[in-house]
RNA sequence: GUGGGUGUAGCUCAGGUGGUUAGAGCGUCUGGUUGUGGCCCAGAAGGUCGUGGGUUCAAGUCCCAUCACUCACCCCA
C-alpha cells in the first residue's frame, strides 16, 4: 500500500511551527481590537455565482483557478478564493447596515486557489484582512492603511514599502478606458498576445503587463491618476495629505492596477524585499460597487488582504522571533508504583494552579525521564518515590542551578508558587 | 499550462571515470552506580539509494520513461 500524502499546494503546520501562528493572530486580534474592528467569519464555501459577480469572470481567480464543484443537490459550490465578496454578502444578508451605519469588519481565514504552488503561494493559504462599510471618506482609506501598517510594526516587519494609486470610479474609468486604447491602438499587433486579449475588456491591466516591449512601450501610457474627474481627483488628493498628516511613506505607482475588478478609486499595495517573486504582503482598495454588484444596496466600502504566510516567511527571514516563549515548569518522576499513583494526583494539582506540567507515560527509567525532562527544558524536576513518601517531601531539582533540595508536601504550593516569579 | 533545479537514514548532506556487507554529522534509543539530566565515552536501531524499465558479468553511479518536491513565468496575498 503506497502511502496517502497531502494535497499539492497544502501544508501541514506542525507544532513548532504553529506556536509562530499562534502568536502572529493574537498580535492580529490585539491591533483589530485597539482600532475597533471586530470579526466576521463565514463559512468555507459559497454559491460559486458569489464570486462570479463579484470577483469578475474575466479575472485569473475567477476563469481557472477556483475550486468549484456540484454538491449532492446540484448545486455549484466554490472553496473560497477571497474573502471580500463573503464578507460583503454576509453584510447584505445580515442587514448590519440597519444596525449602524458604519461597519469595521475583520477576518481571518483559509482561501483556496488551484495556482501552481511556488515561494509564497500556496493552494490553500491564509489571509486576514480588514473591511470599512459604509464610508465614502479619505479617511477610511488612511485608517485600513495605517492599520495593516501598525499590524506589521506591532509584529516587527522591517522595510516594507507602500505604493498606492487611484483607479478612479465608473465613470473615470469609462473615460480613461478610451483614453487608454487610443495610445495602445496604434501598436496593438507588438503587444504581447495576453495584452492584445486584454485590450477589448480590461485595457488597464495592460499597464501592469511584465513583458519587456509591453513594458517599454507603455513607459508613455496616459495615467488614470491624471485624468480623474475632480471628484475622484479630490479623494485621491485627500488620501495622499492624510498619509503625509500621519507620517506614513508612499510611493505613486500610477500603473498599479489590482487583480480583481471591483476596485474603485483608492488601490495600495504593501511589499517586502524579503520575499522571492511573490513580494506582495498586502493589497487592497476601495471597492465603492461591489455591494451593488451583489444585489444589495450601494455601499461605499474600503478594505485591505494580507497573507499570513508570506508574513511568516518575512518575520522569519528578519530573524523575528515568534515562536512560544513558554516553558515546562515541573516534571514529575515517580518511582514505584505506590509513588506513581500518587504523582498522578501530584500532577493534576500542579496543572490546576496554571503551571505547565508533565509526566512520563512510557515507563522509562529514572535516567531516561530525567533526560526527557531535560530536553523538554523543565525548570523543576520532582522525584517522588518510597524515601519521599516517608518524608512527605518531594525532593526538587532546580534544574537551571543542578541543585537539589526537599520541600515538604505541604510547602509545595507555595514554593511553586514563589519561584515561578522568578 | 510552460520552463529550470532537485530527489541517498527522522533532519542536513558525502558517495571522481559503474565493481566487495551504501557512509558522516545532528537527532533517537541503551549503557558507563543500586533512584537522577546537561558534557564526555561506548554501543544500537534506522535506508525498497523517488518509482518503473533498459544497457552491463556488475548501477546509488550510464540511458529512457514516470512521479514527487522546488523555483520561475503567469497571477496574486
Request: with cysteine.
Amino acid at each position: 500500500m503506497n502511502q496517502l500524502r497531502r494535497i499539492k499546494g497544502t501544508q501541514d503546520i506542525l507544532p513548532e511551527e504553529s506556536s509562530k501562528w499562534i502568536t502572529l493572530e493574537n498580535k492580529i486580534r490585539t491591533v483589530m481590537k485597539k482600532y475597533n474592528f471586530s470579526e466576521l467569519r463565514t463559512p468555507v464555501f459559497e454559491q460559486t455565482e458569489l464570486f462570479a459577480r463579484g470577483i469578475g469572470q474575466l479575472t485569473d481567480i475567477v476563469a481557472k483557478e477556483m475550486y468549484t464543484f456540484q454538491d449532492r443537490g446540484k448545486k455549484q459550490l466554490t472553496l473560497k478564493p477571497e474573502m471580500t465578496a463573503p464578507i460583503i454578502r454576509a453584510y447584505l444578508e445580515n442587514k448590519l447596515y440597519a444596525q449602524s451605519q458604519l461597519n469595521k469588519i475583520y477576518y481571518m481565514a483559509p482561501l483556496f486557489r488551484q495556482e501552481n504552488p511556488q515561494a509564497g503561494r500556496l493552494r490553500q493559504f491564509h489571509q486576514f484582512g480588514a473591511e470599512t462599510l459604509g464610508s465614502s471618506a479619505a479617511e477610511a482609506d488612511v485608517e485600513i492603511i495605517d492599520l495593516a501598517l501598525a499590524i506589521y510594526d506591532a509584529i516587527g516587519l522591517k522595510d516594507l514599502k507602500l505604493v498606492i494609486n487611484s483607479v478612479g470610479d465608473a465613470e473615470d474609468r469609462v473615460r480613461y478606458k478610451k483614453i487608454l486604447q487610443d495610445f495602445i491602438k496604434p501598436n496593438l499587433n507588438k503587444y504581447c498576445p495576453d495584452c492584445q486579449r486584454r485590450f477589448d475588456e480590461n485595457p488597464m491591466r495592460i499597464l501592469d503587463c511584465k513583458n519587456e516591449t509591453c513594458s517599454t512601450m507603455n513607459k508613455n501610457a496616459p495615467k488614470i491618476a491624471e485624468h480623474l474627474l475632480p471628484k475622484s481627483k479630490a479623494h485621491y488628493k485627500t488620501l495622499k495629505n492624510q498619509l503625509t498628516i500621519l507620517g506614513i511613506p508612499f510611493k505613486e505607482n500610477p500603473y498599479l492596477v489590482r487583480g480583481l475588478d471591483y476596485y474603485t478609486r483608492t488601490v495600495f499595495e504593501i511589499t517586502s524585499d524579503a520575499l522571492g517573486a511573490q513580494n506582495a504582503i498586502c493589497g487592497g482598495g476601495r471597492y465603492d460597487l461591489l455591494a451593488e454588484e451583489l444585489g444589495g444596496q450601494p455601499t461605499p466600502a474600503v478594505g485591505f488582504a494580507s497573507g499570513i504566510e508570506r508574513l511568516l516567511m518575512v518575520a522569519d527571514k528578519q530573524n523575528i522571533n515568534l515562536s512560544d516563549s513558554g516553558r515546562l515548569q515541573v516534571f514529575l518522576v515517580a518511582m514505584g508504583d505506590k509513588a506513581k499513583n500518587e504523582s498522578l494526583v501530584w500532577l493534576k494539582k500542579i496543572r490546576n494552579m496554571g503551571l505547565q506540567a508533565e509526566l512520563d507515560l512510557l515507563s522509562r527509567s529514572i535516567k531516561a525521564q530525567m533526560r526527557e525532562a531535560n530536553r523538554q527544558n523543565a525548570r523543576f524536576v520532582l522525584l517522588l518515590g518510597d524515601d519521599e513518601l516517608q518524608k512527605k517531601a518531594f525532593s526538587v531539582k532546580l534544574m537551571d542551578q543542578g541543585e537539589q533540595v526537599d520541600i515538604p508536601f505541604d510547602e509545595l504550593f507555595e514554593f511553586l508558587t514563589d519561584k515561578s516569579k522568578e
